[in-house]
């Protein structure tokens, strides 16, 4: 009997109970996020070979010199940079135009433009590779045939390449900013337009002053992940490219890398440093970020 | 009411499914395994490729006949080749989970070999040693001596002609003997019918590295180091790029022999000749059904006349894996599955692979076989290629750094060799690329 009121007032126990809620978040990013993390950092200063795994310094490190490492590092910042440019403003005037009151059939077009978003990126990645084949057959190429551009071959140049990755990021992820852009449009009170166009404010004038400012909470959250997804491209060039071998790696990214290392050339060690590496950078660059636009460590008097 | 109830059975249906682990090939894995038998030890196996399954099921079928003291269940499981060697490599570094046995690709073998995740097989391999060119089990090993692995074909690297092309031009390809001939009669076919002699792949290696061979010349070093920067490999290259800057030579639409826009090139009859190893036989029957009876094929051209033309290329090396309980069964079962004549046969007829096992190719029934496919579709019989040329035949050595070497060879090396720097000095190419290997 007593014992059993124990249990009770442990159960009942508003010290303990709010402890017990937050047990499982705190169990899984235990196991899956923390425990991961070290396990890398301590791998990164092994060579790691099953049973007979060594310490062996920094040694793994010298990737960083490899001009390869160099190349996935480069590319990696130049899709991220280049997607940032273009998925916040196209998908922000897409969103504004469905916006609009003067827009039709809304709903269809929040559609096909969210559509894309649901496909597998392994789905999509298969239908652009054979999209932009480069035979005379193939869909791009016969796109190009109406402008009289002689067949290209899309996928082994660089600058056709890079056209081609940002076309499928462009198709594939205008949707999903775009309705971020849309809830975040929908919040902003009809009367502070109402107001702005009975002081004679143009079209523009509303959108400069009045849209784009107040969007931009949405904008720094979409920025953010843009900056993550972009660092963190993989599936893409994978797909595109028939299993990460993009021909003198145009396309091989960080995360390419860091998969080539440590599950096709079994150097876990290596991929584990280009790991720490890649959160390195991802954090000091989303601090940066995040510091700029005074989301972080902002002044107190705003 | 309804709608709660319907709710809650699919609830029920879902956490049904979880917990019993419905779904579990949603990888697009599938199973195969023969006709088990009461009291037979079970063995697991993986491959990577789906036409393998039907073999190696058999071959326990046969095994199990043939030792009814020591009989197999075997469980072939397969899927798409990059996730299951990476799977197989994750499984062999937690030392758990990983199969008894399993097909491992040529390009990967070496990440196996080098970290010991492999157990050696001479033992098992003994008793058929003089049956076999052993150079196709040889390569699957180290520098002590001992053998990992053995192939499932002898990889004989032929030259593919179509003859359509090559009467057109008024070619001979039996007056090919070395690769100048061939360069030479490359320009004919080019001036007669506008088409390239051949094709080189940027995305992966069989053209160069069958030149190579032909040079003695290896990819990685007899310590296993890569070894890229050699004066043979930059002859190589100039020469591809000389046959390129003729016509003679295109770059391989799709960048390789595997690529959809490939086939329907050389289906066309787009190319004059494929230089490939003989188990490519395989793709022109399957992707190739335009050519059928136009294809010959003629041993490759060599730098010197008389050298030996034939070189071995590709492959796949069945091994066992270290940690398994049945150690002795598997590597026996391995053995007798890859260089019994049963076994050879089989891979022969079913699969196209030029058997491993020399007796096979004196035997009429084989090479003679009007019904197999693949001596129905070309006009000449790859056998004589195989009889003129013996069993001293030069292998890669795929040793040590082989599968870093490979990676950045077929990524970068070629690509930029033939189509991105072709200016680039050969051999500060080379350097270039060696530095880059991660190793």
Redesign the interface.
Known sequence: MKKQSVVKKFLYSQKVAPYVFVMPFILTFAIFFAYSIVSMILMSFQKVAGANTTFIGLENYKILTNAVFLKSLKNSVFYTIVTCIMMIPIPMILAAMLNSKHMRAKGTFRSILFIPALTSVVVAGVVFRLMFGELEGSFMNQVMNLFGVEPIIWLRKPVTVWITLFFLCLWRWTGVNMMYYLSGLQQIPADLYESASIDGATGMQQLRYITIPLLKPTTIYVLTISIFGGMAMFSESYMLFNGNKSPNNVATTLVGMLYRMGFEQNQLGIASAIGVIFLLIVLAVNMIQLRINGTIGSKKGE | MKKKLLAGALATAMALGMSFGVGATDDGSTQGTNTFVDGGTELSFWTFQELHVGFWTSMADVWNEQNPDRPINLTVTTGE??ST??KL??A????EGAPDMADIEIG?YG??L????LLPINDAVEPYKDDVVMSRVSMYGDNEGNYYGVDFHLGATVAYYNMDIMNEAGVDPADIVTWDDYVEAGKTVLEKTGKPMCAVE??DLFFPQCMMLEKNAQYVDDEGNPNLVTEEHAEVIDYIREMINLGVCE?A???GFH???WY??LNDGGVASVIMPLWYMGRFTDYCADLNGKMAIYPIPVWNEGDVREVLQGGTGTSVIKGTENEQLAKDFLAFAKLSKEGCTYEWNELGFDPIRTELWDDPEITDNKDNKFLAYFTTNPFDVLKANGTDITAPNISGAY??TY??L???TY??AF??SVDQDAMELLQ?EQ??I?Y
Do not use: M, R, W
């Open positions: 080749s990059h060697h990476s490599l994750i062999c570094q937690s030392g990967y990440s196996f080098k970290d010991g995740y940027t995305s770059i639409p799709g960048g690529t959809e826009e329907g090139h599968s870093a990676s950045t077929v990524s970068t690509s930029n189509e991105i270039g530095d880059s991660i």
